[in-house]
C-alpha cells in the first residue's frame, strides 16, 4: 500500500479557501486517492475520493495532477465548523483495508 | 439510514478483565470494519467482515481481540485479558450499500476505553 504523507498542522481563517496536499509517490496503477474528515469525538466521515484529473461534489474538490504522485483537497470559503483532521488514504477501491495516517489538522479561526 | 450505532460509548475497566464491544451497522450494509484509534493517531484498521464471513483478521493486535458477526447484522468486538495499553477508541464502520462503493464507510460514534 501506498505511503501518504500530509502537513501535521494547517490554519485558515473563515471565507477563506484551504488547499490540503498529499503526496503519495509509491501510488499503484489502480489505487485511488480517498480524502476523511473526522471531528472530536466522532468517527471519520467520507469526503471525495478520486483517481485523476478533478473531481467536484457539494462539499469539496479534489485535484490530481497527470503524475498522481500528489492530490491536493480543496475546501471553498471555509467555516469554523470545518476544523477537523484531513486523513488522505490512497487503495483500490474495493480495498477493505484502508489504512489512515496521522492527518492533518485543520484550524479555522474567526 | 439511522447511521452506525455503538455500545457502549464509554467503558472503565480494570487491567486483566474482558470487554465486549457491540456494533449495529447500517442495516443495508453488507459490509463491517473494525479500527482503533489512539489520540493523536488515525485509526488502525483491525478486521473486516463481508456479511457473518470475518474476511480479514491478521490486522488484529493480538489473540486477545477476537470480533464475531454471527447473523451478518451486528458486530462484537472482545477483547480478553485488557492491558493498560489497550486504552482507545474503537470504531466501527459498515459500508456496501448497492449503489455506494465500499471505500465509501460509515463510521459510527466509537467506544472509547479506558483500562486503570
Known amino acids: 500500500l501506498a505511503k501518504t504523507t500530509q502537513p501535521i498542522s494547517m490554519d485558515s481563517y473563515e471565507g477563506q479557501e484551504v488547499n490540503i496536499t498529499c503526496s503519495h509517490n509509491n501510488i499503484a496503477t489502480n489505487d485511488y486517492i480517498t480524502w476523511y474528515q473526522q471531528f472530536p469525538s466522532q468517527g471519520p466521515r467520507f469526503i471525495i475520493q478520486?483517481?485523476?484529473t478533478k473531481v467536484t461534489n457539494e462539499v469539496a474538490s479534489l485535484f490530481i495532477p497527470a503524475d498522481r504522485k500528489s492530490s491536493t483537497l480543496s475546501l471553498p470559503r471555509v467555516s469554523l465548523s470545518d476544523t477537523a483532521v484531513y486523513y488522505c488514504l490512497v487503495a483500490l477501491p474495493n480495498n477493505n483495508d484502508m489504512r489512515f495516517g496521522a492527518g492533518t489538522r485543520l484550524t479555522v479561526k474567526p | 439510514d439511522t447511521g452506525v450505532s455503538q455500545n457502549p460509548r464509554h467503558k472503565i475497566t480494570k487491567r486483566g478483565q474482558n470487554v465486549t464491544f457491540r456494533c449495529d451497522p447500517i442495516?443495508?450494509?453488507?459490509?463491517l470494519y473494525w479500527y482503533r484509534q489512539t489520540l493523536g493517531q488515525g485509526p488502525e484498521f483491525l478486521t473486516y467482515f463481508q456479511n457473518e464471513a470475518q474476511l480479514e483478521k491478521s490486522r488484529l493486535l493480538s489473540d486477545r481481540f477476537s470480533a464475531e458477526r454471527p447473523k451478518g447484522s451486528f458486530s462484537t468486538l472482545e477483547i480478553q485479558r485488557t492491558e493498560q495499553g489497550d486504552s482507545a477508541m474503537y470504531l466501527c464502520?459498515?459500508?456496501?450499500?448497492?449503489?455506494?462503493?465500499?471505500?465509501?464507510?460509515?463510521f459510527g460514534p466509537g467506544t472509547r476505553l479506558t483500562v486503570t
Open positions: 478520486g483517481y485523476k
Open positions: 442495516s443495508e450494509h453488507n459490509r
Open positions: 464502520a459498515s459500508s456496501g450499500r448497492w449503489d455506494r462503493p465500499s471505500y465509501e464507510q460509515y
